[in-house]
């Protein structure tokens, strides 16, 4: 080993010597491997103890290159798979936010295409709104036109007759009263509305008028004339009476009084029948025993008969109340003769209540409900003929256009 280092650190070039032959002898620089060598050959010993040092070294330095490598790969293996999750990380949140933006951007086109639909729709109602108030414009024109027209008959009217409206109210009222008379037979209500119509023609102070109201005097005058009794007052006390039959006593069966004879057997020759009876009534009584049975005396009426009775009173007050308000005097008084003359066969005559509901039925029976209309107010065509003529006079000449 030490020959090998030997060689090389001897021998010379063999060009360099081949070269220059002539040149002067120079004594050749040392070299570091000369230097090497030198010290080797010098010291043996040193290089062989230095040897395993370096060794050791190199593999210390070896193993500090591998962990410190293997540091660095691992180190980069980490960061590299760091950099995989946050690229993986990022593009999810990137395609989060894209499916958001396009759902809010879906969300978006949908609400504006239904602001268009409405905006359209809006748009029609206005069209059609606008349309109406242009008709209602043209309505009004032609309703502001009639009503000028109509202004313009009135102030006419008025000018020629201040008051006329006077006379159709007047007009109207006795329409009313004569439906109020023949329809519902309310006497006092139709005089009420004459009396209104005739404050109406005085309060136009119309001299030609006084034939009108001469006619209508006539009427009321009429109308106090009719019968005044009240029928509602007649057929409400029929109506009470009603209440009072099945209070009403029966004729019932009397038991006459038991009489004793007491008396002596007289001295008359001319009594000997009843001296003659007495001792023979005195003879079987001493023979003959017997015992007295009492029991309930029977009424003269059964009692079939006496609820008969009551049913034919009650039939014929009601006959008669219906024929009050029908206002049918003939029926009315047949049917209180039938219930006079069930009340006086059937009842007990003699008792108070049917003393007292006896004069009741017949002061009722006494009252004349009998009303006489007249067939028609001769005031109404008189008044009818003059607000005619007087709307012909208004009209006939052209003056006011309908």
């Excluded at 030490?2 to 040392?30: I, Y």
């Excluded at 005044?228 to 009072?244: H, I, K, M």
């Amino acid at each position: 080993m030490a020959d090998n280092t030997d060689k090389p650190t001897s021998s010379t070039p063999a060009g360099s010597a081949k070269a220059s032959p002539a040149s002067p002898v120079v004594s050749p620089k040392s070299t570091p491997a000369d230097k090497a060598g030198d010290h080797k050959k010098a010291s043996p010993k040193a290089q062989t103890s230095g040897k395993p040092a370096r060794t050791g070294l190199l593999w210390l330095m070896v193993v500090l290159n591998f962990i410190l490598l293997t540091g660095v790969l691992g180190a980069g293996y980490w960061g590299w798979l760091q950099w995989q999750q946050l690229q993986s990380g990022q593009t999810q949140y990137i395609e989060g936010q894209q499916s958001k933006l396009e759902q809010q951007a879906q969300s978006n086109l949908a609400l504006t295409d239904d602001i268009t639909q409405k905006n359209r729709g809006m748009q029609a109602d206005l069209q059609q709104l606008a349309q109406q108030m242009q008709d209602t414009a043209t309505q009004a024109q032609l309703a502001a036109g009639q009503s000028k027209a109509n202004e313009q008959i009135i102030t006419s009217i008025a000018g020629r007759r201040p008051a006329d409206w006077l006379l159709a109210e007047a007009d109207f009222l006795i329409r009313m009263a004569g439906r109020k008379l023949w329809l519902e037979h309310d006497v006092k209500t139709a005089m009420l509305m004459l009396q209104s119509a005739d404050s109406r023609l005085q309060d136009l102070d119309d001299p030609s008028l006084l034939p009108i109201r001469e006619r209508l005097a006539q009427d009321m005058q009429g109308l106090q004339q009719i019968n005044p009794v009240s029928l509602s007052s007649v057929a409400l006390s029929l109506g009470a009476l009603l209440q009072q039959v099945d209070a009403l006593p029966l004729v019932t069966f009397a038991r006459p009084d038991k009489v004793e004879d007491n008396a002596d057997v007289s001295g008359s020759a001319n009594d000997w029948r009843s001296n003659l009876a007495r001792n023979w009534r005195r003879f079987t009584e001493d023979f003959f025993s017997f015992r007295k049975k009492q029991s309930d005396v029977k009424p003269y009426l059964s009692e079939q008969q006496q609820w008969l009775a009551k049913e034919q009173l009650r039939l014929a007050l009601l006959q008669a109340q219906g024929a009050v308000m029908k206002e049918n005097v003939t029926l009315y008084q047949q049917a209180m003769q039938n219930a006079l003359r069930v009340l006086i066969t059937d009842f007990d005559t003699q008792a108070a209540a049917v003393i007292q509901f006896t004069h009741s039925l017949q002061n009722l029976s006494d009252t004349d409900i009998e009303r006489v209309y007249p067939g028609q107010f001769s005031v109404a065509p008189a008044l009818q003929d003059l607000i005619q003529q007087r709307m012909n006079d208004v009209f006939s000449n052209g003056d006011a256009k309908p």
